[in-house]
């Protein structure tokens, strides 16, 4: 009969300790979440971390005070959009959209999409819900042009900071007003664009801001490849901190940011964990007038 009580003790000892490794484990998941997708319902805008120094100014700044900024500057919101709603996947493969009435897409919205890599959750939902016409972009995908489904068209085409063919790829490569023109849609507005292509738009952004072509667009949506995973040098910063003030200069500001936790890396020179892909959803203020 004793040794019957102690088994049972041990049994719920064992029981007890589960139950609260679970709990620990539950907490530490939910921390982690909170960590990478930020509380839609308690948003601070903070307009003074929206201010960025002159692009010469940049130029003067020691790695660390770069970095600062970059960091603060991608981790901050700007706009207070009242309805963010996700389109797609929960995790990766969907984007937050600003769905308040000035900023909505309309049904006769245009939508481009860059990187896909086989998941249209995104283009399905957003074509699905606003009836826009949506084109998406992969060459990587070896997938044959075409409609792919009712307003969902696919492209093989890159996008990039020149209209070539790709070295060593041999992907056809367009700039977004090129890109406009081939399918004809030059004299429309864009709507929405969203870029994931993997580095390559920090390449493709100067130009689609020098040519004006991102002036209409009334969302931008960008996931931000700083770096992939190494801590990026002092000419990356000024080069990605150079396309945000151009961004903010045409009208974009941030209602939403999420950070990538794939390319975490440790600073050298701060001992700071900082991530080098950033989701950042952009509403164009400019654009309140048009009707998109």
């Known amino acids: 009969m004793h040794v019957c009580r102690i088994r049972r ?3 719920c000892y064992i029981v007890l300790l589960l ?61 207070g959009c009242d309805n963010i709603i996700r389109l797609g996947e929960e995790a990766d493969g969907g984007w937050d959209i600003c769905d308040d009435t000035p900023y909505r897409p309309s049904t006769k919205c245009l939508v481009y999409s860059f990187g896909i890599d086989f998941d249209f959750s995104f283009d399905d939902a957003i074509s699905k819900k606003y009836g826009c016409e949506v084109h998406s972009f992969d060459p990587s995908m070896k997938v044959k042009e075409g409609i792919r489904s009712h307003n969902v068209w696919f492209h093989p085409y890159a996008i990039g900071p020149n209209t070539r063919i790709q070295r060593g790829t041999h992907w056809q490569m367009f700039t977004l007003k090129d890109l406009k023109i081939k399918l004809n849609h030059q004299n429309r507005h864009l709507t929405v664009v969203k870029l994931d292509v993997e580095e390559w738009e920090m390449l493709a952004l100067p130009n689609m801001i020098s040519d004006g072509t991102l002036k209409s667009v009334k969302q931008l949506l960008i996931e931000f490849h700083i770096t992939m995973r190494p801590e990026p040098d002092k000419q990356r910063y000024i080069r990605g901190l150079n ?31 900082r991530t080098g892909c950033h989701e950042i959803s952009f509403v164009n203020i400019n654009t309140l007038s048009t009707v998109l």
């Open 9 to 11: 003790n041990i049994v």
């Open 19 to 79: 139950l609260l490794f679970c709990c620990v484990f539950i907490l530490l998941r939910r921390s982690k979440r909170e960590e990478s997708f930020p509380d839609k319902k308690n948003i601070v805008i903070e307009n003074e971390k929206c201010l960025l120094p002159s692009k010469a100014e940049l130029q003067n700044l020691p790695h660390s005070k770069l970095a600062s900024l970059y960091h603060e500057y991608v981790s901050s919101l700007q706009f």
């Open 243 to 273: 396309i945000l003030i151009d961004l903010y200069e045409q009208g974009f500001r941030i209602f939403w940011t999420k950070r990538n936790l794939f390319c975490r890396f440790t600073s050298l020179e701060e001992d700071i964990e």
